[in-house]
C-alpha cells in the first residue's frame, strides 16, 4: 500500500483576494520594504493547484509582514490522496438548504456566518480535487506524448 505524500500549497491567491491586492501591488509594497523580488515568483506562489516545491525565507517574511500574517495562515502542507473529496452529506445537505434560503433573503444573521462556513469548505473541496486532478493530469502526459511519438 502506497502512503501519501505531503505536500506544501501556498494560499497567497486568498489573501490577495482577501485584501484585494494584485500580485503586481503585492511586488511593489515588498519592493518598498527594501526586498528585491522576482514577479514570477509572486505569480507562481499565487498559483494554489500547484505545490510550493522551495520557498525563499526572505519573500516569506515580506509577505506575511504585508499582509500581517504568519507563515502558517498562508502555506499549507496537506497528504496527497487519490481520491476526489466530497462534502459531508449533512454538510450538502445544510449548504443546499442555506443557499435555498439565501436566495430567498430569508438567511438570519447566524444562518449566513454557517453558510461562509460552508462554503469555504466546498471551496476547500473543489481546491483540492482541482489539485489532485491536475497532478493526474501531468502525470499522464508523458503518457500519451510517448504513444503518439511511437504511433
Same mark, same amino acid.
Given at each position: 500500500?502506497?502512503?501519501?505524500?505531503? #505536500?506544501?500549497?501556498?494560499?497567497?491567491?486568498?489573501?490577495?483576494?482577501?485584501?484585494?491586492?494584485?500580485?503586481?501591488?503585492? #511586488?511593489?509594497?515588498?519592493?518598498?520594504?527594501?526586498?528585491?523580488?522576482? $514577479?514570477?515568483? $509572486?505569480?507562481?506562489?499565487?498559483?494554489?493547484?500547484?505545490?510550493?516545491?522551495?520557498?525563499?525565507?526572505?519573500?516569506?517574511?515580506?509577505?506575511?509582514?504585508?499582509?500581517?500574517?504568519?507563515?502558517?495562515?498562508?502555506?499549507?502542507?496537506?497528504?496527497?490522496?487519490?481520491?476526489? #473529496?466530497?462534502?459531508?452529506?449533512?454538510?450538502?445537505?445544510?449548504?443546499?438548504?442555506?443557499?435555498?434560503?439565501?436566495?430567498?433573503?430569508?438567511?438570519?444573521? $447566524?444562518?449566513?456566518?454557517?453558510?461562509?462556513?460552508?462554503?469555504?469548505?466546498?471551496?476547500?473541496?473543489?481546491?483540492?480535487?482541482?489539485?489532485?486532478?491536475?497532478?493526474?493530469?501531468?502525470?499522464?502526459?508523458?503518457?500519451?506524448?510517448?504513444?503518439?511519438?511511437?504511433?
Amino acid at each position: 500500500m502506497e502512503s501519501n505524500q505531503m #505536500h506544501a500549497y501556498s494560499y497567497l491567491k486568498r489573501l490577495l483576494k482577501q485584501q484585494e491586492i494584485s500580485v503586481p501591488e503585492l #511586488h511593489r509594497r515588498i519592493r518598498t520594504q527594501g526586498l528585491s523580488v522576482n $514577479l514570477k515568483s $509572486l505569480y507562481r506562489l499565487s498559483d494554489d493547484t500547484q505545490p510550493v516545491d522551495r520557498l525563499d525565507m526572505r519573500v516569506a517574511g515580506a509577505i506575511c509582514s504585508v499582509f500581517s500574517v504568519r507563515l502558517s495562515d498562508w502555506i499549507i502542507f496537506q497528504e496527497e490522496s487519490q481520491m476526489l #473529496h466530497t462534502l459531508a452529506p449533512q454538510s450538502q445537505a445544510r449548504l443546499d438548504t442555506l443557499m435555498g434560503k439565501n436566495n430567498q433573503g430569508e438567511l438570519t444573521a $447566524l444562518e449566513r456566518e454557517e453558510l461562509r462556513t460552508l462554503v469555504r469548505e466546498a471551496e476547500e473541496v473543489m481546491l483540492t480535487n482541482a489539485r489532485l486532478l491536475s497532478q493526474q493530469q501531468q502525470r499522464l502526459k508523458p503518457e500519451v506524448l510517448g504513444s503518439s511519438v511511437a504511433s
